[in-house]
T-cell receptor, first 113, second 115 residues
């Protein structure tokens, strides 16, 4: 079953604006990851946040994690056309080390030039 | 980071036939995984490919339908057997990163259409 549920399912914004995507999950986690997929191709890892962290930054990306609400958000600031992609949150299936991932349904982000 | 290639990149197959997808990694890795992404959907883990032993399948996936080989630490194959149109999907392999092992690197995927 799907662990993560993203919202919105689709998001269209103007270039330069900020994009926020949310993810909820159901079970306890050790970490939560975000991946990007361009046009149905392979996924690219963006960022990992551990369960004892509340916020993490990487370039224009900001991820938050609220374990009490079992939710995470991904913020992309100053969006660019190249950010157009699908974004997925993912958690380890069994919570330890190298493990198969459970993915959320994803948010399809479109950046309008 | 690991560089992963998959063959074929895409294929169109007739129902009832089988297709073997290859996944090659440029370095030795312990953990390799196979995922399916049905049209417009998210990714679902099929199995973990174990070197030197049988693959570990997730609920809803069976060895007879998706046999997997892992002959060494850089290579794996996934076969989609006795295909039906419902098997039309993107199939992706991934490997656990050598540093932060929770992180995975993905191949470019194999886009399969079954007629």
């Amino acid at each position: 079953s799907q662990q993560g549920e993203e919202d919105p399912q689709a998001l269209s914004i103007q270039e330069g604006e900020n994009a926020t995507m949310n993810c909820s999950y159901k079970t306890s986690i050790n970490n939560l990851q975000w991946y990007r997929q361009n046009s149905g191709r392979g996924l690219v890892h963006l960022i990992l946040i551990r369960s004892n962290e509340r916020e993490k930054h990487s370039g224009r990306l900001r991820v938050t994690l609220d374990t009490s609400k079992k939710s995470s958000s991904l913020l992309i600031t100053a969006s660019r056309a190249a950010d157009t992609a699908s974004y997925f949150c993912a958690t380890g299936m069994r919570g330890g080390g190298a493990d198969g991932l459970t993915f959320g349904k994803g948010t399809h982000l479109i950046i309008q030039p | 980071s690991a560089v992963i290639s998959q063959k074929p990149s895409r294929d169109i197959c007739q129902r009832g036939t089988s297709l073997t997808i290859q996944c090659q990694v440029d370095s030795q890795v312990t953990m390799m995984f196979w995922y399916r992404q049905q049209p417009g959907q998210s990714l679902t883990l099929i199995a973990t490919a174990n070197q030197g032993s049988e693959a570990t399948y997730e609920s809803g996936f069976v060895i007879d339908k998706f046999p997997i080989s892992r002959p060494n630490l850089t290579f794996s194959t996934l076969t989609v057997s006795n295909m039906s149109p419902e098997d039309s999907s993107i199939y992706l392999c991934s490997v656990a990163a050598s540093g932060v092992q929770e992180t995975q690197y993905f191949g470019p995927g194999t886009r399969l259409l079954v007629l």
